[in-house]
């Protein structure tokens, strides 16, 4: 047997273990594989199409949540919340026109695409390094000009202040920016270990 025989002898037997072999074996080998193509096929592409190291991401928090969420009253929401963008110059029909003006939920799952700093704008969702354990979700709420570089400044939706890493984002800590949400998909992964925060951070959202 020659080795192209070979490999087609090999590559016809995974494709039945991995597709057709019913058995317990075949059903623990399928999960291996979709879970290394995953790992190490579909996310690096997906990366570099997007241009960024995380093309998809889970809200794991309520920070951008809005009463109702995706039946939300807006009207109220802003009546709420318009005092902490007064600062900034932001008026309840520009809001409207931002992305995810209705907010996020958590478990949502976001699509992301690299963050240029010289296209971003007041208004868009981005997603940022800050020292924390995952990468912070907020939206973007005063941009300035620092040697020759841009600083971001954001809030979370359904936080009351800023917190101190988010008054000044360097260039350098942008992930990416958030365009594109499938809603709550992303509870398929929280489900596991959400159970373990404070009583006041797990499971379903409240407005602040």
Known sequence: MNIKEGAKKFF???????????SFRGWVLSIIFLFLFIKLVFFPI?????GTSLPLAIV????????GNYLSNYDGWWQNHK?????????????EDFGFKDGLNKGDILFVIGAKPEKLKVG???????????????????IKEKNDEYVFSTIGDNN???????????????????????PYLGWVKLIFYDWKKAPSDKWLCREN
């Open 12 to 22: 016809e037997k995974l494709w039945f273990i991995i597709w057709k072999d019913n």
């Open 46 to 50: 997906l990366s570099l199409l997007t």
């Open 60 to 67: 794991e928090s309520c920070s951008m949540y809005h009463k």
């Open 83 to 95: 005092s902490k963008y007064s600062p900034y110059n932001i008026e309840k029909d520009e809001f």
């Open 124 to 142: 868009d969702t981005i997603i940022f390094a800050a020292n924390q354990q995952n990468p912070i979700i907020h939206r973007i709420i005063n």
């Open 160 to 182: 009351n202040a800023q917190l101190n890493f988010e008054k000044n984002i360097e260039q350098e800590q942008l992930v990416g920016k958030a365009v594109f949400r499938a």
